[in-house]
């Protein structure tokens, strides 16, 4: 089996981008500007953003963290989108979800400004993503074609099953798949899916994005298939000092022996995600979702 090193690939991804930062600091051109609102205190979210913080400064990116209390309003929290919409500062921003309960997410996400969505949830960067017009794709799926076009694994004509419907991962991933280029032939698998076992089972190519740990099991495998795990899930673990740790929603164990490519998680899909995000940050900065829309 080979691995997929998702900290591998994302280093070289930054590294790349700083070698561009430093090439527009040579011209005089405008260093990319990342700012990330959070609402809140989930500690989850919490990481997440700190990492994507800390990613821009390893590229040399410039950041913003908005951080904001989770009793604000939504029309309070959409002012302070708007105030990024407008600043010509800032190239691209993100609204770190899950937002709290009473925030309504979509509301959130139509007033983003399109061209500074880079984390590609806007719908009009969903339906250009779709028609395979340029946009920013959503950074998970961005980073799981990153790790399949840099590793050359082949996808034509390949079963592609995502296992998963979110409108950020799995929903866009099938499309993505599916679209010229890639060429998969793509199954969208969900909780309503008959006969998952088999259907799992017939995939080249197969994406966990379910939120189960250790769901896939080797029955589900195919042998010699490639398995890109999205899961992240927080695991009791009472010999790990932590008390806990993080699984993926594959069986890695017993998968692993019998795949020809595997993400492992912690270290796979999950650091190609930030670089997704900076890859579309650099776009932004770069004006080239402007110059040929
Ligand atoms: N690596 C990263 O950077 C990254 C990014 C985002 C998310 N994640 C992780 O990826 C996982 C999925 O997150 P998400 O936001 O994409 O998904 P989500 O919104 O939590 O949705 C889960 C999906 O899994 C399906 N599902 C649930 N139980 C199932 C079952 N028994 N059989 C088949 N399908 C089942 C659901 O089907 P229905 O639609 O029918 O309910 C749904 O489509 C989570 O662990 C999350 O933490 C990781």
Known sequence: VNLLDGNLLAKTIKQELATKVEQRKALGLKIPHLAAIIVGHNPASKAYVNNKVKSCHEAGFKSSLIELSD?????????????LNSDP????FIVQLPLPSHIDEQEVTLAIEPMKDVDGFHPSNFGRMCLGLPC????TPFGILEMLRRNSIETSGKHAVVVGRSNIVGTPMSILLSRKGWDCTVTLAHSKTKNLSEVCASADILVAAIGIPNFITSEMVKPGAVILDVGINRIDAP?????????????????????????PVPGGIGPLTVAGLMINTMSACEGIFHKHD
């Not at 009793?71 to 105030?83: A, D």
């Not at 500062?89 to 691209?92: P, Y």
């Not at 000092?241 to 164990?253: A, I, M, N, T």
């Open 89 to 92: 500062e800032i190239d691209g």
């Open 239 to 263: 010999d790990s000092p932590k008390g806990s740790r993080l699984v993926g929603d594959v069986d890695f164990k017993n998968v692993a022996p019998k795949c020809s490519w595997i993400t």
């Open 71 to 83: 009793t604000i309003s939504q029309s309070e929290l959409i002012h302070e989108v708007r105030l």
């Open 136 to 139: 920013y794709l959503p950074a």
